[in-house]
C-alpha cells in the first residue's frame, strides 16, 4: 500500500511554539532549587542535591508536545483501502498530561474515530497526535477538542469522534482529595455531530458492545 504524503494545513496553525525567550536550564535548575526550599527541605543533602537537574530533564520530555506539530502527523494518508468507509476507531489509547492550573498529572485513556472520506491515516499517527496534545499543559476539554479538529481539519473525514476519560490529581491530591473519580468529555464533528445513532455506535464500540 502506497502512501500519500500531502501538506494539507500551515503547521502554524496547529503548532504552538514556545516563547521565543525559553529560559536556559541553568535557569530552570535555580527555579527548581527554589522549590525544593519551598517545600522545607535541604536541596543540598545528598538525595536532592541531583533533582534540578533530573526535573529540568524530565520537563523538556514531559512537554515536548509543544516543539511537535499533529499536523506533520497526519500528512501522510492512505488510499488504497479496498473501498473500505466505515468506521475506523482507536481506542483505549493512554496518555499522561498535567493540569495547566496546578501543573498536576492528568492521566487517562483516549478513544478516537473517524469515518474516513476515501483516505484513512496509520493506526499509531491517531496516538501520536493524543500525545503530542497530552505532552503540554491541558484542560481535559480544551484537549478534546484539539484532537477532534486537527483530525478533521488536516484528514477533512466525514466526521471525527473523541472521548477522554481520565483522572485528574488535583481532585485526587489536593483540594477535595477524591482520589479515583473520573472525568468523561466528548467532541463529535461531521455526521457524529449531526446523527445521534453514529454517536450511540462509537460509544457502544468503544464499551466493548456489539
Same mark, same amino acid.
Given at each position: 500500500?502506497? /502512501? ?122 491517531? /496516538? ?83
Amino acid at each position: 500500500m502506497d /502512501a500519500v504524503i500531502k501538506k494539507l494545513m500551515p503547521q502554524s496553525a496547529y503548532m504552538e511554539k514556545p516563547v521565543t525567550d525559553r529560559p536556559s536550564e541553568a535557569e530552570v535548575e535555580a527555579a527548581v532549587h527554589t522549590l525544593l526550599r519551598w517545600t522545607g527541605d535541604n536541596p543540598d543533602r545528598e538525595g536532592l542535591i541531583d533533582t534540578p537537574k533530573r526535573v529540568t530533564k524530565a520537563f523538556r520530555e514531559m512537554f515536548n508536545g509543544y516543539d511537535m506539530c499533529p499536523a506533520d502527523e497526519l500528512g501522510r494518508t492512505f488510499e488504497e483501502v479496498a473501498g473500505y468507509d466505515d468506521l475506523v476507531i482507536v481506542k483505549d489509547i493512554t496518555f499522561h498530561s498535567h493540569c495547566e492550573h496546578h501543573m498536576v498529572p492528568i492521566i487517562g485513556k483516549a478513544h478516537v474515530g473517524y469515518l474516513p472520506d476515501g483516505k484513512v491515516v496509520g493506526l499509531s499517527k491517531i /496516538a501520536r497526535v493524543v500525545d503530542i496534545f497530552a505532552h503540554r499543559l491541558q484542560t481535559q476539554e480544551a484537549m478534546t477538542a484539539q484532537i477532534a479538529g486537527v483530525i478533521q481539519d488536516v484528514l477533512n473525514p466525514r466526521g471525527v469522534a473523541v472521548m477522554l476519560e481520565a483522572e485528574h490529581m488535583c481532585m485526587a491530591m489536593r483540594g477535595i482529595r477524591k482520589q479515583g473519580s473520573t472525568t468523561l468529555t466528548s467532541t463529535f464533528t461531521g455526521i457524529f455531530k449531526d446523527t445521534p445513532e453514529e454517536q450511540v455506535r462509537f460509544v457502544t464500540m468503544v464499551r466493548g458492545g456489539a
